[in-house]
């Protein structure tokens, strides 16, 4: 009873952890969809020969205040994903969920797929679940860093002159690389769900 308590415990943690790293996703995926309308409106609100230019400046002032929303979002997903994760490597630790490090397929191998069958006689691969969780907590302050990036150069003044296309660029390839580090720290969620449920059968 007690182990598919801690099995439970552990399961709901790493739950917390994947599904704010999923919500960071989409909110940073939404912050750069928004960067995208903006750009291609650009050209529509120059050929409007009513639109006077406060009415540029608001709505240019409106998308930037849109898009800091879902960066923020992100930031605040993330930083949740990060406690999770804190509090994932803790119950690891206190659940003794550790592996022979002689038996250990290195979790960055990109030979190893733990869903390859074993061939008869071979031993059993057996995945480093803390070693994991470990590279998982790198990905995710590697998102961070990059998120916060993106909300340090939204917070820079002034918008609205010469100066927004290059900061419009340099915040769109910031948010693409948070959105592949938050997407890659998915993934590697994953793998320690799987590597979780191979500890569990092995056991």
């Not at 801690?6 to 912050?31: E, M, P, Q, S």
């Not at 709505?59 to 994932?88: D, P």
């Not at 679940?129 to 590279?135: K, L």
Request: net charge negative; charged share 35%; glycine share 6%.
């Amino acid at each position: 009873m007690t182990r598919c308590r801690d099995d439970l415990d552990l399961d709901a943690t790493l739950y917390l952890v994947r599904d704010n790293l999923g919500k960071a996703d989409a909110f940073i995926t939404a912050a750069e969809d928004l960067i995208k309308e903006s750009r291609e409106g650009d050209g529509s609100r120059d050929d409007d020969d009513d639109a006077g230019p406060d009415d540029g400046d608001d709505e240019l002032r409106r998308h930037r205040n849109h898009v800091a929303h879902m960066v923020g979002s992100a930031k605040f997903a993330v930083r949740k994903a990060i406690y999770a994760r804190s509090q994932l490597r803790a119950k690891l630790d206190k659940h003794q969920v550790v592996s022979d490090p002689a038996e250990v397929v290195a979790t960055t191998s990109n030979n190893f797929d733990p869903g390859a069958p074993i061939t008869e006689g071979a031993q059993t691969p057996t995945f480093d679940i803390a070693g994991a969780v470990d590279i998982l907590r790198e990905i995710i302050k590697r998102t961070e860093a990059l998120v916060c990036a993106s909300e340090d150069l939204l917070e820079q003044d002034p918008w609205g002159d010469e100066g927004d296309e290059l900061r419009t660029e340099r915040l769109a390839h910031l948010l693409g690389a948070a959105r592949e580090a938050a997407r890659a720290a998915v993934d590697a969620g994953s793998q320690i769900a799987h590597g979780l449920a191979m500890h569990r059968a092995n056991a």
